[in-house]
């Protein structure tokens, strides 16, 4: 694994996560998520969350799966984002005690479509940064 690939790719897909959460969960869908509190660290963390997707998307692509395609990377992210989405909504349910099966379709769509976007951008970066 190229490290100046690995970081590249991690920190430019952790921005475009944090920027697709901004539109999606922030905008599109801000009537079905909370919104965190202005007084909270949560922006904070949130940002560290995108991040830390980034790099492990990253991660995946650049040692284990040796991905650098824009299309590899999207179909890969696909199904990163299907699964990924159904364990943090199984998880939610129980948390929550709640059987919203709306908001569980929608949120692992949004997974599906925001990791799918992700890895389709660090598919690229891994083909393009030598």
């Known amino acids: 694994?190229?490290?100046?690939?690995?970081?590249?790719?991690?920190?430019?897909?952790?921005?475009v996560d944090?920027?697709?959460g901004w539109l999606f969960y922030g905008i599109l869908f801000?009537?079905?998520?909370?919104?965190?509190?202005?007084?909270?660290?949560?922006?904070?963390?949130?940002?560290?969350?995108c991040f830390t997707y980034g790099f492990f998307i990253s991660y995946?692509?650049?040692?284990?799966?040796?991905?650098?395609?824009?299309?590899s990377?999207?179909?890969?992210?696909a199904v990163i984002g299907l699964f990924m989405g159904l364990f943090a909504n199984f998880f939610r349910m129980a948390e929550q005690n709640s059987e919203d099966f709306q908001l569980f379709a929608i949120d692992v769509a949004i997974s599906i479509v925001m990791a799918a976007i992700v890895g389709a951008v660090?598919?690229?970066?891994?083909?393009?940064?030598k």
């Open 1 to 15: 694994m190229k490290l100046k690939t690995f970081i590249i790719a991690g920190l430019v897909g952790g921005f």
């Open 30 to 49: 801000a009537n079905f998520f909370p919104q965190p509190s202005e007084d909270s660290n949560a922006l904070l963390y949130i940002t560290f969350g």
């Open 18 to 20: 944090w920027l697709l």
């Open 122 to 129: 660090i598919g690229f970066i891994n083909g393009k940064v």
């Open 73 to 77: 990377g999207m179909a890969t992210g």
């Open 60 to 71: 995946i692509y650049n040692k284990l799966a040796n991905i650098a395609t824009f299309a």
